[in-house]
């Protein structure tokens, strides 16, 4: 079964930076997006990035420009690098794996127990 183990979470200070990383198990050939979801207390989860067994990626306008996701196979690792951090990104952060990206950002069915950030 898919496994997502998250790491890296921490408090932060606005402008500063954090590396998330996720590191995966158990996935199939049909596990083909691994990405990046969030969660601020009484907001609705929020998708956040998403990359493909193709390097593909997708970013939400409100991350886009301050956030990089990445993989690394040899690791079975998936990273968030955060830039530019904002009191707004604070939140638990959760990685999801799907069989798609649209699926992804649709509803992934896989989720990790989640990281949280603080930024003040």
């Known amino acids: 079964h898919v496994q997502l183990v998250e790491s890296g979470g921490g408090s932060v200070q606005a402008g500063g930076s954090l590396r998330l990383s996720c590191e995966v198990s158990?996935?199939?050939?049909?596990?083909?997006?691994i990405g990046w979801f969030r969660q601020a207390p009484g907001k609705e989860r929020e998708g956040i990035a998403s990359?493909?067994?193709?390097?593909?990626?997708v970013y939400a306008n409100s991350v886009k420009g301050r956030f990089t996701i990445s993989r690394d196979n040899t690791k079975n690792t998936v990273y968030l690098q955060m830039n530019s951090l904002k009191p707004e990104d604070t939140a638990m952060y959760y990685c999801?794996?799907?069989?798609?990206?649209?699926?992804?950002?649709?509803?992934?069915?896989?989720w990790g127990q989640g990281t949280q950030v603080t930024v003040s």
């Open positions: 158990g996935i199939t050939e049909g596990t083909n997006c």
């Open positions: 990359i493909d067994s193709n390097d593909y990626t």
């Open positions: 999801v794996a799907a069989s798609s990206v649209l699926t992804h950002w649709a509803n992934p069915p896989y």
